[in-house]
T-cell receptor, first 111, second 117 residues
């Protein structure tokens, strides 16, 4: 069975700080990896995705993630966060159809 | 392009009552998903449709939950009777590709927040 573990439930940063959110997964097949973001009062939006190819993927709003197969990890990074990045971030893993989500990391960026 | 539509956005009911949620996926999307997101957790898949057929309903509590997608477009999720632990956000998502296709990306609706008293 597939599973996803997000390391931190809550993260608090100041603006301009660097961000790294951890995500480890367990999956026994060809893996697709996703990061979704949910801004306050809004619905889940895709931030970035990995299907195959270059393990360093770039998403919207300056986010990137690196797929490290040997570590079963797909950590999300951003060099300099902004107040508007305050949101909940979900890592998800799936095969070609079903997705399994992590419990989410709530990021609060203070101005 | 219009996104996934859901209604109602909020619903408050008492335990043992019935409730129904509606979802209209993105036009042309073959696959539709219903997720349950309990506070503090990530979304959990309840049921997945491909056109009007069920692909996966292994995590759907079938004694009280039911869902249909009769014409292969919009879908309804019903809970009857509701329990306190059903309080959650119910998310609908859709994807263009058929279940089992590579590079299958899901698009989510705004969700329906259900409170069971």
């Amino acid at each position: 069975a597939q599973s996803v573990s997000q390391h931190n439930h809550h993260v608090i940063l100041s603006e301009a700080a660097s961000l790294e959110l951890g995500c480890n997964y367990s999956y026994g097949g060809t893996v697709n990896l996703f990061w979704y973001v949910q801004y306050p009062g809004q619905h889940l939006q895709l931030l970035l995705k990995y299907f195959s190819g270059d393990p360093l993927v770039k998403g919207i709003k300056g986010f990137e993630a690196e797929f490290i197969k040997s570590k079963f990890s797909f950590n999300l990074r951003k060099p300099s966060v902004q107040w508007s990045d305050t949101a909940e971030y979900f890592c998800a893993v799936g095969g070609y159809s079903t997705l399994t989500f992590g419990k989410g990391t709530m990021l609060l960026v203070s101005p | 392009e219009a996104g996934v539509a859901q209604s109602p956005r909020y619903k408050i009911i008492e335990k043992r009552q019935s409730v129904a949620f509606w979802c209209n996926p993105i036009s042309g999307h073959a696959t539709l998903y219903w997720y349950q997101q309990i506070l503090g957790q990530g979304p959990k898949l309840l049921i997945q449709f491909q056109n009007n057929g069920v692909v996966d309903d292994s995590q759907l509590p079938k004694d009280r939950f039911s869902a249909e997608r009769l014409k292969g477009v919009d879908s309804t999720l019903k809970i009857q009777p509701a329990k306190l632990e059903d309080s959650a956000v119910y998310l609908c998502a859709s994807s263009l590709l058929l279940a089992g296709s590579p590079n299958n990306e899901q698009f989510f609706g705004p969700g329906t927040r259900l409170t069971v008293l």
